[in-house]
């Protein structure tokens, strides 16, 4: 976890903590995603349109935050 302490005008100093990190790349033929998170470590996720891509990352994400315990 990460302290953040921003200016004064921001409002309070928050907490923030990694929820995941996500990676789109496009390849000669295809679309890649590489997402890593905690409770789900890394995986990928291949496609011939973007829109395929981001669609299985969107449902995978959404899937593992909902099932995943309140902080």
Do not use: K
């Not at 990460?2 to 496009?26: D, N, Q, T």
């Amino acid at each position: 976890m990460a302290f953040l302490g921003p200016p004064a005008r921001w409002g309070p100093a928050i907490m923030e903590e990694f929820i995941c990190g996500v990676e789109f790349l496009r390849g000669p033929a295809e679309f890649f995603a590489r997402v890593s998170s905690e409770a789900g470590g890394v995986r990928e996720y291949r496609g011939p349109h973007a829109s395929t891509v981001i669609d299985q990352v969107i449902n995978d994400l959404q899937e593992e935050f909902e099932s995943a315990p309140a902080a």
